[in-house]
């Protein structure tokens, strides 16, 4: 057997061990979606099949507090990022989750966590997520939540917490892009500078957060 062979099988055996391991993890929650009318065999097969699955939400939700394993967990979050979650408690609880994950990087569940809670925002969320946003032990993780604050009222803890993270490079040009969906007035005098920022994608984000302000005025 060759080297390739070898390293073949391992990745072969991992991916197997991988799947056995969600398989048996996620157990009782797929057996709570079938009995529901839910004819799947992974998680994921609720929102990559493009269901409306609103009846599914209680279930996900009570799954989610009991679940440990991250990429099963991940997945419930995923399923949870639907606007028809928003009335729900779910927006609540992935808060909670947000604040215990240790993930901090702008990959995983953590940042999984913060795109959920983008797509949920909503007044009732506001102050979790002004609070979340500035705390940036919760790094990278935070960008979607920063994003999510533009959908918010325009208000001055909302703006106020926009311009400080204009000074935390991880989520900046997430905090640009919020304060022009905002179309925040007080905030123009802040953006001049990321007109010339090094990143194509922020420069372009404080091109359209400029032009929708002064617009606005």
Do not use: C
Request: proline share 2%.
């Amino acid at each position: 057997m060759t080297s390739g062979e070898r390293d073949e099988r391992t990745r072969l055996a991992a991916i197997r061990a991988w799947r056995e391991r969600y398989d048996a993890d996620a157990a009782g929650l797929i057996r709570d979606l079938r009995d529901a009318g839910f004819n799947i065999s992974s998680v994921e097969n609720l929102y990559n099949g493009k269901l409306h699955y609103d009846s599914a939400i209680p279930i996900l939700v009570t799954w989610l507090r009991r679940i440990i394993n991250p990429i099963v967990k991940e997945d419930i979050v995923r399923a949870l990022s639907v606007k028809w979650a928003e009335q729900t408690e779910a927006p609540k609880l992935l808060v909670s989750e947000f604040e215990k994950n240790e993930d901090s990087t702008g990959e995983g569940l953590g940042w999984t966590i913060g795109n959920a809670l983008e797509v949920l925002a909503n007044d009732e969320i506001a102050e979790d997520m002004v609070r979340l946003a500035r705390d940036r032990s919760h790094g990278a993780a935070r960008e979607m939540i920063v994003m999510g604050l533009g959908k918010l009222k325009n208000n001055r803890s909302v703006v106020d917490t926009l311009i400080a993270l204009l000074d935390d490079e991880e989520v900046a040009g997430h905090a640009v892009i919020a304060l022009g969906k905002l179309q925040a007035k007080s905030a123009r005098s802040h953006l001049d500078h990321f007109l010339s920022h090094p990143k194509t994608w922020v420069r372009n984000a404080a091109k359209k957060a400029v032009a929708r302000i002064d617009k606005a005025q």
